[in-house]
């Protein structure tokens, strides 16, 4: 079946390479013999145009006179040039061996087509296999574990798991392999496996967390809000719990308890840790609303909307100013995507105005208000609080 296809999809190439070359070119008419032919068409445009009254018996015998002019001119030259092909037979040679080139070009091309997929099989008979058997997936899963890629070994992995779904140490070591992969579905049934079969503990609560903010285009959600609380209580100095915490506050609203969480986080971090600069960034963007007074209760409007996710936390000591506000403005953008495509509650799309503000981006935020404002159409209440975040904020309602 493959060589029935693959020579048929050759040939098919072949053919639709040689076929224009093998057309016999058009021989086109001379410049003159053209104008001839114009001439004589507009002739017969004047006599027509007198038929239907266009132009009366005067301007017709003018542009008849004129055209007729042309005409005997372009004749003339016609068989000059007809004369001067006779007389001189080295043009009519030139012209032979112009053709007799292109006859050789296309004989050149035409072997070069059919020679290519010859000289191909032949160097895929010699350097090639062509016995070689298929490798179903269970005998190359049957390969020991150095002889594998990584595909074949997430698969092996997965086999196993798929017999034995209570197997503690294989969800341990899958799980940070399949956010790694940013195969979050998957790493978080494996960290609600663990945490089935382990029970609770401050890495796998704050781990399953974690990836729940990043399946949710960096918003600290409820379930992800609760595991991180659940691992705070457990260990109170536990620092990425208490990062996604302050992140939360910052998200719902509430600013100063935002501003506490990071000032805490920081006076309690080493002066490398590398989630300090980010801290510091939403510090200086929550102290910023904080002086512009722009709140639904007189408080500031929270930072950034969306939180980090891992990479971006463990890279952040090495983010220039920029950079991080480029993270910022990609976060937020996932938000409202999510927010165009799918909808959300109110909260959502206030938090998503104020980040735009916190952006400077006015505009946006007046677009973001109308969004909202179709997408809430039968939830009343939505529609209020939207409304009231807008005029809080300055924003223009356009209905």
Do not use: C
């Amino acid at each position: 079946m493959f060589w029935t296809i693959a020579v048929v999809l050759t040939l098919v190439t072949i053919a639709i390479v040689i076929y224009p070359l093998m057309r016999k070119e058009r021989e086109l008419d001379s410049a003159d013999a053209y104008d001839l032919k114009i001439y004589k068409s507009q002739l017969q445009e004047i006599e027509g145009d007198v038929e239907r009254g266009l132009i009366d018996e005067t301007e017709a015998e003018s542009a008849h006179a004129e055209v007729a002019r042309r005409l005997i001119g372009a004749q003339d030259a016609l068989e000059k040039e007809y004369d001067t092909n006779l007389k001189d037979p080295a043009s009519t040679a030139s012209a032979s061996q112009a053709e007799g080139g292109k006859s050789n070009l296309r004989f050149v091309v035409v072997a070069i087509a059919l020679l290519i997929p010859l000289l191909s099989l032949g160097l895929y008979f010699t350097l090639g296999s062509p016995d070689l058997p298929s490798q179903p997936l269970l005998s190359r899963l049957s390969k020991p574990p150095e002889a594998q890629s990584l595909t074949e070994l997430v698969a092996s992995a997965e086999r196993k798991l798929a017999a034995n779904p209570d197997d503690l140490e294989g969800w341990k070591r899958m799980a940070p392999v399949y956010a790694r992969m940013r195969r979050t579905d998957e790493a978080i049934q494996a960290y609600r496996n663990i945490l089935r079969l382990e029970g609770e503990s401050v890495d796998i609560l704050s781990d399953l967390g974690e990836v729940l903010v990043i399946q949710n285009a960096g918003v600290v959600n409820d379930e992800a809000r609760e595991l991180f609380q659940r691992a705070n209580l457990l260990d109170a100095t536990a620092p990425k719990p208490r990062f996604f915490l302050a992140i939360a506050e910052g998200q719902s609203g509430e600013v100063k308890d935002a501003i506490e969480k990071w000032q805490a986080l920081i006076a309690d971090s080493a002066e490398d840790a590398p989630w300090i600069p980010f801290a510091n960034e939403q510090i200086a963007a929550l102290q910023k609303r904080v002086a512009a007074g722009s709140t639904d209760n007189g408080e500031a409007a929270q930072a950034p909307l969306a939180g980090p996710s891992k990479e971006d936390v463990d890279n952040a000591a090495e983010m220039t100013a920029e950079d991080r506000q480029q993270m910022i403005k990609g976060m937020v953008a996932n938000l409202a995507d999510r927010l165009n495509s799918e909808g959300g509650t109110a909260d959502e799309w206030v938090r998503l105005i104020r980040s735009e503000l916190v952006l400077n981006r006015p505009d946006m935020a007046a677009k973001t208000v109308t969004r909202a404002l179709d997408a809430l159409q039968s939830d009343v209440d939505g529609l209020e609080k939207v409304k009231a975040a807008a005029r809080s904020l300055g924003v223009s309602i356009d209905q």
